[in-house]
Protein backbone atom coordinates (compact mmCIF):
# COMPACT_ATOMS: atom_id res chain seq x y z
CA UNK A 1 0.00 0.00 0.00
CA UNK A 2 0.87 3.51 -0.52
CA UNK A 3 1.19 4.47 3.31
CA UNK A 4 3.63 1.63 3.96
CA UNK A 5 5.76 3.12 0.94
CA UNK A 6 5.44 6.28 2.43
CA UNK A 7 5.61 5.14 5.52
CA UNK A 8 2.64 7.34 7.03
CA UNK A 9 0.08 6.25 9.13
CA UNK A 10 -3.57 6.25 6.99
CA UNK A 11 -4.96 8.71 8.32
CA UNK A 12 -1.99 11.10 8.13
CA UNK A 13 -2.73 10.23 3.71
CA UNK A 14 -6.27 10.67 4.37
CA UNK A 15 -5.50 14.37 5.41
CA UNK A 16 -2.61 15.47 3.15
CA UNK A 17 -4.97 13.96 0.31
CA UNK A 18 -7.96 16.26 1.51
CA UNK A 19 -6.10 18.97 2.09
CA UNK A 20 -4.53 19.20 -1.22
CA UNK A 21 -7.86 17.85 -3.28
CA UNK A 22 -7.23 14.49 -3.74
CA UNK A 23 -10.48 12.66 -3.93
CA UNK A 24 -11.04 8.74 -4.60
CA UNK A 25 -14.22 9.16 -6.56
CA UNK A 26 -16.19 5.54 -7.51
CA UNK A 27 -16.58 4.34 -11.21
CA UNK A 28 -18.67 6.36 -13.40
CA UNK A 29 -21.25 2.85 -14.08
CA UNK A 30 -24.89 2.59 -14.36
CA UNK A 31 -26.65 -0.17 -12.32
CA UNK A 32 -27.41 -2.35 -15.74
CA UNK A 33 -23.66 -2.09 -16.96
CA UNK A 34 -22.42 -3.20 -13.12
CA UNK A 35 -25.68 -5.69 -13.45
CA UNK A 36 -23.80 -6.66 -17.03
CA UNK A 37 -20.05 -7.05 -15.62
CA UNK A 38 -21.36 -9.34 -12.63
CA UNK A 39 -23.59 -11.36 -14.71
CA UNK A 40 -20.39 -12.15 -17.25
CA UNK A 41 -18.56 -13.04 -13.95
CA UNK A 42 -20.97 -15.43 -12.62
CA UNK A 43 -20.86 -17.52 -15.70
CA UNK A 44 -17.27 -18.03 -15.91
CA UNK A 45 -17.17 -18.31 -11.92
CA UNK A 46 -20.58 -20.00 -10.81
CA UNK A 47 -18.96 -20.81 -7.06
CA UNK A 48 -17.89 -17.81 -6.78
CA UNK A 49 -18.83 -15.37 -4.04
CA UNK A 50 -18.99 -11.42 -3.20
CA UNK A 51 -15.60 -11.69 -2.54
CA UNK A 52 -14.43 -12.87 -5.86
CA UNK A 53 -16.74 -10.48 -7.11
CA UNK A 54 -15.25 -7.99 -5.09
CA UNK A 55 -11.94 -8.16 -6.31
CA UNK A 56 -12.60 -8.75 -9.78
CA UNK A 57 -14.14 -5.55 -8.86
CA UNK A 58 -11.03 -4.24 -7.77
CA UNK A 59 -8.74 -5.91 -10.08
CA UNK A 60 -10.40 -4.28 -13.16
CA UNK A 61 -10.15 -0.40 -10.88
CA UNK A 62 -14.36 -0.35 -10.82
CA UNK A 63 -14.78 1.32 -7.48
CA UNK A 64 -18.59 1.03 -6.57
CA UNK A 65 -20.86 1.95 -3.76
Do not use: A
Not at 25 to 32: F, M
Not at 34 to 47: A, N
Request: without cysteine.
Amino acid sequence: ELVDLLGVHRNTLRLYMKSHGVQRKYSELTNTDLDVLITEFKKKHPDSGIRYIIGFLRRHNIRVQ
